[in-house]
């Protein structure tokens, strides 16, 4: 991710994406995987919205299940732009020395 880029690991028999991070293939254990690249296109399966005390703004949580089958954990654009069911895309964002998921409408 720190390069910009969101990746997946991907089962090289069964071609199938996996997440978080493992050593083997869950349910069949197959260590042969690869590191891909993942479209970053997604829907959202639930969302809550957290508010800090002031003066930081609130901001909203998202899992999102991507088009590659995994689900993932990720930061909203907006509190008030998003909705469980819709469409969204990824993209990397900076903040100081961190490098956040960032989902915003497709």
């Known amino acids: 991710?720190?390069?910009?880029?969101?990746?997946?690991?991907?089962?090289?028999?069964?071609?199938?994406?996996?997440?978080?991070?493992?050593?083997a293939e869950p349910g069949t254990g197959d260590r042969e995987w690869e590191?891909?690249?993942?479209t970053g296109e997604g829907t959202i399966y639930s969302m809550t919205v957290i508010h800090p005390r002031p003066p930081a703004k609130a901001y909203t949580v998202l899992l999102v299940?991507?088009?590659?089958?995994?689900?993932?954990?990720?930061r909203g654009v907006?509190?008030?732009e998003l909705g469980i069911g819709m469409a969204v895309r990824a993209r990397i964002d900076r903040d100081g020395d961190e490098h956040l998921l960032v989902f915003e409408p497709a």
């Open 1 to 23: 991710m720190a390069d910009g880029e969101l990746r997946l690991q991907r089962a090289r028999a069964s071609g199938r994406c996996f997440f978080p991070p493992r050593i």
């Open 35 to 38: 590191w891909v690249a993942a």
């Open 65 to 74: 299940d991507l088009a590659e089958g995994v689900r993932i954990m990720g």
């Open 78 to 80: 907006g509190p008030n």
